[in-house]
């Protein structure tokens, strides 16, 4: 079985800033990775995933993950944010045998202001 | 990308009646989807996995003959809420897991359901 923790529940920032949310994760085997990002009321949308390869990921709207195997972690990073970002956003974790069933983490919510 | 659509996007009805969500997915066929339920600032959790032609695998403290899926076709998946309560109130999510080697889920926009 596998778990996500994701520390921040909140991440207050100012537009333009840097923002980093944290995922760390737990598993007794190996793992794909993922970062979905959800906008009030909608479903979740795919930022990027690390499924093998370069341990830096990119993905939509200029976000960036690295899968750090040893530290099992999986941080989100945006060198820019802008006041669209605001959103919940999710990190989630499967295991490569399965491929299928996600372990979500509890969210982080960033909020971008002027 | 792939769409899934859900339908409706809101509903409310009476406890002790039943409601049917549909999930589709527009543009591809998924032999897999899944049914998860979010509560208010909470994450999302996987009550079952739906596979096209069998029965439905649900997790554990999910009750199934509450919570009824079929998955009747590859672009169609549907969940039952039966004799629902204001407990059972909440925001459900699909999602259809693509085939191949992108392992990407693709998420419906979620149905509100409230139960008064």
């Known amino acids: 079985a596998q778990s996500v923790t994701q520390l921040d529940s909140q991440v207050p920032v100012f537009e333009e800033a840097p923002v980093e949310l944290r995922c760390n994760y737990s598993s007794s085997v190996s793992v794909y990775l993922f970062w979905y990002v959800q906008y009030p009321n909608q479903g979740l949308q795919l930022l990027l995933k690390?499924?093998?390869?370069?341990?830096l990921v990119k993905g939509i709207n200029g976000f960036e993950a690295e899968f750090n195997k040893s530290q099992t972690s999986f941080h989100l990073r945006k060198p820019s944010v802008h006041i669209s970002d605001t959103a919940e956003y999710f990190c989630a974790v499967s295991d490569t045998g399965t491929a299928s069933k996600l372990t979500f983490g509890t969210g982080t919510r960033l909020q971008v202001t002027l | 990308g792939a769409v899934v659509s859900q339908h409706p996007s809101r509903v409310i009805c009476k406890s002790g009646t039943s409601v049917k969500i549909e999930c589709r997915s527009l543009d591809f066929q998924a032999t897999t989807m899944f049914w998860y339920r979010q509560f208010p600032k909470q994450s999302l959790m996987l009550m079952a996995t739906?596979?096209?032609?069998?029965?439905?695998?649900?997790e554990q403290g999910v009750e199934k003959d509450k919570f009824l899926i079929n998955h009747a076709s590859l672009t169609l998946s549907t969940l039952t809420v039966t004799s629902a309560h204001p407990e059972d109130s909440s925001f459900y999510i699909c999602?259809?897991?693509?085939?191949?080697?992108?392992?990407?889920?693709?998420f419906g926009p979620g149905t509100r359901l409230t139960v008064t």
């Open positions: 999602s259809a897991l693509s085939g191949g080697a992108s392992h990407e889920q693709y």
């Open positions: 739906s596979n096209e032609g069998s029965k439905a695998t649900y």
């Open positions: 690390y499924l093998s390869g370069s341990t």
